[in-house]
């Protein structure tokens, strides 16, 4: 019941276009989803979090849309640029009996931003 | 603000080998994780540290991985008689609770086990 499941495996855009990067998680316990973006050679880094009791949150040119009913939730990057080309990696995690927020990674979408 | 580092960034080792990790957390940050990540995956949670203390260990940490943390500042990972499915990325991550539970991650250290 730990598993979060992220698609694509990978993806190619156009500059400008809108990449769209998908999530669904199974333990409904979970109650903060975070968006992490990795550069080859790099440790992951933070890119925009939210928690279930929001349906979305937008950060500049990154937008998470979280759907609690159906246990999905994904990460739009808007007008994407080539700089954008990376790993990312969706994760959840959740507070219980001797958790420490520990983080239940997807395993990935490798984004291509074509110039 | 330096960020999370880690030493070395890359270890080659033969099998059988024990090697260690260093992670230095972010300077106040009470949480230390360490985490693994293997080719074409996103990260797994290995162990968590409050302060000194180890509070949580996944099942992926065998018997032969040992994790400290002195003084509840820098952390080591110990991994004996290596084995080739160690190979991996070593990543730690640190964050400050209950303020803030954004963790920082390192730029990882790189283990081939041959």
């Known amino acids: 019941q730990q598993q979060v499941k992220q698609s694509p495996q990978s993806l190619i855009v156009q500059k400008g276009g809108i990449s769209i990067i998908n999530c669904a998680y199974e333990n409904t316990a979970f109650d903060y989803f975070p968006w992490y973006q990795q550069f080859p050679g790099k440790g992951p880094a933070l890119l925009i979090a939210?928690?279930?009791?929001?349906s979305e949150k937008k950060e500049g040119r990154f937008t998470i849309s979280f759907n609690k009913s159906a246990k999905q939730f994904s990460l739009h990057i808007m007008d994407s640029q080539p700089g954008d080309s990376a790993t990312y990696f969706c994760a959840a995690s959740l507070i219980s009996s001797g958790s420490a927020r520990q983080l239940t990674f997807g395993s990935g979408t490798q984004l291509t931003v074509l110039p | 603000d330096t960020g999370v580092s880690q030493d070395p960034r890359h270890k080659i080792t033969k099998r059988g080998q024990n090697v260690t990790f260093r992670c230095d957390p972010i300077s106040e940050h009470n949480r230390l994780y360490w985490y693994r990540q293997t080719l074409g995956q996103g990260p797994e949670f290995l162990t968590y540290?409050?302060?000194?203390?180890?509070?949580?260990k996944s099942r992926l940490l065998s018997d032969r991985f040992s994790a400290e943390r002195p003084k509840g500042s820098f952390s080591t990972l110990e991994i004996q008689r290596t084995e080739q499915g160690d190979s991996a990325m070593y990543l730690c991550?640190?964050?400050?609770?209950?303020?803030?539970?954004?963790?920082?991650f390192g730029p990882g250290t790189r283990l081939l086990v041959l």
């Open positions: 991550a640190s964050s400050l609770v209950p303020l803030k539970e954004t963790q920082y």
């Open positions: 939210i928690r279930p009791d929001v």
């Open positions: 540290f409050q302060n000194e203390a180890q509070l949580e």
